[in-house]
């Protein structure tokens, strides 16, 4: 894409990380609900339905917001082209490749494979030239996918049985958040959390709005159950705004793969909800498990990588626009 014209963000690598660890966990335990809800969604109404509401929901939040902010409410015309790869892949790439896939597939076999996030994000980094190599990060990166393993495996994960086209579409959507987590790194940097997130959920809602009139299926959703529409208001609200604001907040703060190691801290906290909620035993893998994970994300966290460089210019929002971040 081309090169930004906005006036990048200030650094913040002096203030505490807290406050970004912090929504990490907090858009750990909202996507740890995702794999669960969207299974439930999809026992009454087929995967483009559910998907198509969600972004229904979460544009007009978002078109909302960026009415309510001061400053621009559209991307400068030079950044449209990023807007709409982001919007791309976030939206009809990411979320129809998950949920078709998901359908064919087991929530456990979706947990494992997107936990392969953080290594694709790490290495299209180095590739991009926005991280310098780092055996601390990598050690920490592979430590927490064999936590990952572990703790499946002692979930069941060898015994549940997903088709070889689910995986290799939920496989797909993992490779698309990649790319729209490295891309959205400098991107987020010029134009901070809510107004990146805004912009590109905004694009992905317009694209998906082209479905409508073959999937909305107005009639099946209000005859559906309350459990059905409200895990589409989870997926809508919680996911599609709450935990994307969390996501893009963070990459805003640190580089992208401490960011997307943070992703496989989701199975652990499947299992402790299952755990509280449901009553499941706790196994000896899911306590080694854990222990790798936290691990891996403790030995990311405290590599020294090298954030990616944005080149400073001349912003086209007037000196008195207040920046979001």
């Given at each position: 894409m081309g090169a930004p014209?906005?006036?990048?963000?200030?650094?913040?690598?002096?203030?505490?990380?807290?406050?970004?660890?912090?929504?990490?966990?907090?858009?750990?335990?909202?996507?740890?609900?995702?794999?669960l809800v969207g299974k439930r969604a999809m026992t009454e109404l087929p995967p483009l339905t559910v998907v198509l509401w969600r972004f229904v929901l979460s544009g007009s939040v978002f078109m909302l917001l960026l009415c309510c902010l001061p400053g621009p409410r559209l991307p400068p015309r030079n950044e449209w082209g990023r807007v709409l790869l982001l919007g791309l892949l976030a939206g009809p790439v990411n979320q129809v490749f998950f949920f078709y896939g998901l359908s064919q597939s087991t929530a456990a076999h979706a947990a494992l494979l997107y936990a392969l996030t953080p290594l694709g994000v790490y290495l299209l980094s180095l590739g991009r030239?926005?991280?310098?190599?780092s055996f601390r990060a990598m050690?920490?990166?592979?430590?927490?996918?064999?936590g990952v393993v572990v703790l499946l495996l002692g979930r069941g994960l060898a015994d549940a049985s997903g088709s070889l086209l689910g995986d290799l579409l939920i496989?797909?959507?993992?490779?698309?958040?990649?790319?729209y987590t490295t891309e959205g790194k400098p991107f987020v940097a010029i134009h901070g959390p809510l107004r990146a997130t805004a912009w590109s959920m905004g694009a992905s809602t317009l694209m998906m709005l082209v479905l409508a009139p073959f999937f909305a299926k107005p009639e099946a959703v209000l005859a559906a159950s309350a459990a059905a529409r409200y895990s589409i208001a989870y997926?809508?609200?919680?996911?599609?705004?709450?935990?994307?604001?969390?996501?893009?907040y963070a990459l805003s703060?640190?580089?992208?793969?401490?960011?997307?190691?943070?992703?496989?801290?989701?199975p652990a906290a499947t299992a402790l909800a299952a755990w509280a909620i449901l009553d499941e035993a706790l196994h000896w893998e899911i306590a080694v498990g854990g222990a790798l994970v936290l691990l891996g994300v403790r030995l990311t966290q405290t590599a020294h990588v090298r954030p990616p460089a944005?080149?400073?210019?001349?912003?086209?929002?007037?000196?008195?626009?207040?920046?979001?971040?």
């Open positions: 014209s906005a006036r990048p963000l200030t650094s913040n690598s002096t203030q505490s990380l807290g406050p970004v660890y912090a929504a990490l966990l907090l858009q750990v335990l909202i996507s740890a609900g995702t794999y030239g926005h991280e310098k190599a050690g920490g990166i592979v430590t927490a996918f064999l496989l797909g959507a993992v490779m698309s958040w990649v790319v997926l809508g609200l919680l996911t599609s705004v709450v935990a994307y604001l969390l996501w893009y703060k640190v580089p992208a793969s401490k960011v997307a190691v943070f992703s496989n801290l989701q944005v080149a400073p210019a001349i912003s086209e929002q007037p000196p008195t626009s207040p920046r979001i971040g």
